[in-house]
């Protein structure tokens, strides 16, 4: 099997390793069947996306729509933005989650601002109808719990997208571009203890109040977050995996 390409754009060792063995996991890889590369530490080098099954991009601590972007996160957002024309030109087998909602968002002319963001939690995920019918989503309840935290979010969906899932507080949580290209802005890769791991390490980066990190923990082990979201990956690498 050709190996899976995980993009990631976290500037933490930590979380970025942390993310690569979640989306391990919950994917059902090897770590044969995975290449990882960091997006924010060197410049994309050329890939050939004909060396691999499909191309999944992770969460970021960069926000599309940042009034002000450091010299790393424009390099990475020009980067990742030629690489996702290439993906959606030739619907390329495709899954973003969290940040990639912004990336293909921006690519497909759609608005991506502060309007719909969410704080750190659970939510109720539920399918549309489309949704009901698409192979990523197969075995999937037509409502499921699923982490997010987000500041940023589409403002709608995009112009000539499928809409597979929304939420009552961000209206925009799956889509899909042509057949291959899909975005989630919930994250399939995430358990209560992926999550707590991620908060120890963004505690102070905005997302929530320092002092709720011990709320927020027995939040997410406490919720009703119980594998539905991890299918959307595992089904992912099933459909395309060559």
Known sequence: MKPFLLLATRDHNEAAAA?????????GLQPDELVHVRVESEPLPALDLA???????????????DSQKTAIQQRVEADLLALIDEIVDTDY????????VGAVTTHLGGVVDRSYGEPVGPIVVTLT????QD???DGVRP???AFVGHKEAANGAPSGVEMLATGEDCPVQMYRVGENVYVTQFHPELDADDLTARMRIYQHAGYFDPSELDDLIVMAHSSKVNGQQHLV????VTRYAR
């Open 143 to 145: 409502s499921f719990h």
């Open 93 to 100: 087998p495709f899954l973003g989650m969290c940040y990639g």
């Open 19 to 27: 993310e690569y063995r979640s989306v391990l996991r919950h994917a």
């Open 51 to 65: 060396d691999y099954s499909g191309v999944i991009l992770g969460g970021s601590s960069f926000n599309i729509s």
């Open 233 to 236: 990956l595992r089904n992912f």
């Open 129 to 132: 109808e489309a949704g009901r």
């Open 135 to 137: 192979p990523l989503l």
